[in-house]
DNA sequence: CTTTATTGGTCAACATGGCTGACGTAAAAC
DNA sequence: GTTTTACGTCAGCCATGTTGACCAATAAAG
């Protein structure tokens, strides 16, 4: 609301313009997720346990505490979620040969199948809208939403180094 | 998986492409819901009193039928929420004129303020991130977002006319 | 060596927001 | 007029987020 021009019609598409861009949020996200979900409900896991599933494939050996970094929830949300992982064979835990108090996390072969299969689908659905829109459109889809993250979220990712390894 | 070319840097740059696409919506997503989340958690609500007030005053007199097709929720989940917006004087029903068992919604003078505060601070991050991106990079956002949509959800959004209204 | 901080984990208790199934009531179909 | 359909509500279950208290192992600081 600070460089507002006084004329009413610029402000009205201005207002309309942002709610379609607040809705179509909303719609993609919940179509992107709504095909893992699927998968995901057949194995009685959610979103939870996949958002695990994929930093871990993505960061081998990850420590909780770095997982928790990457997820912004508390420590009991992902450990509920952890140790079903674990019970059920898709996740293992070892211990840190530097620091024996940390947990380092791994995908089994099962937990590696369930990642790629889980990603395939959402590739999937990115594969063919980047298609669609054409290069220079995902361009603009990823800078759009680069500038919607938290200044927080944005250092995180711009340092996409080995830090999670140790 | 069909068009890939028998490179390996190709396909290891193509599947980098695709996750950073799929990281970036789990990052931005949750950014995005997070103030609006913040000010709704002050008053006992969540994310889906937002969404039922975000979308009865988008199509002011909707029934909850129609909401229902709008969120893809069940008729249960939608009631919880709509009785307590009710009760705490957000939203009212009136009874249809033309079909006695429809229940019209609308938000009372309560609701409409806190459906402009929650869109407010959702529009000025997107605001921000359009100003940064340019006017190109919004255009193509907007056609990678529709790309990731449902057939059905992209067909319920290009209808966009009064069919809500009745 | 002792103290303190960090890391990881557990348990209890609670709220939100999905879900299914049972069940009214109003309108439409026969 | 009875049956069927459409619309909405209620009760109760489950997943996943939350806070707070607490414990154990280890690292770091004194």
């Known amino acids: 609301m600070a460089d507002v021009k006084p004329i009413g019609k610029a402000l009205f598409l201005r207002e309309e313009e942002l709610r379609r861009g607040i809705e179509l ?20 896991m959610g979103r939870a346990h996949h958002r695990a599933i994929y ?21 009991q949300s992902l450990s509920r979620v952890l140790s079903g992982l674990m019970k059920d064979g898709y996740v293992v835990q070892r211990l840190s040969a530097n620091d024996r108090r940390q947990r380092l996390l791994h995908l089994t072969q099962a937990g590696t199948a369930l990642e790629a ?13 980047y298609r669609e829109a054409g290069v220079d459109a995902v361009a603009g889809f990823q800078r759009v939403l680069q ?12 340092q996409h180094d080995q830090s999670t390894i140790e």
Request: aromatic share 10%; proline share 2%.
């Open 147 to 158: 500038g919607l993250l938290d200044n927080s979220t944005l250092h995180q990712l711009t």
């Open 55 to 75: 930093f871990i494939g993505r960061h081998p050996g990850i420590t909780v505490s770095n997982l928790l970094t990457i997820l912004c929830i508390t420590k």
């Open 25 to 44: 949020m909303f719609f993609a996200y919940r179509d992107f997720t709504g095909e893992a979900d699927s998968i995901l409900a057949e194995r009685n």
């Open 117 to 129: 299969r889980l990603t395939s689908v959402q590739g999937r659905r990115f594969a063919a809208a």
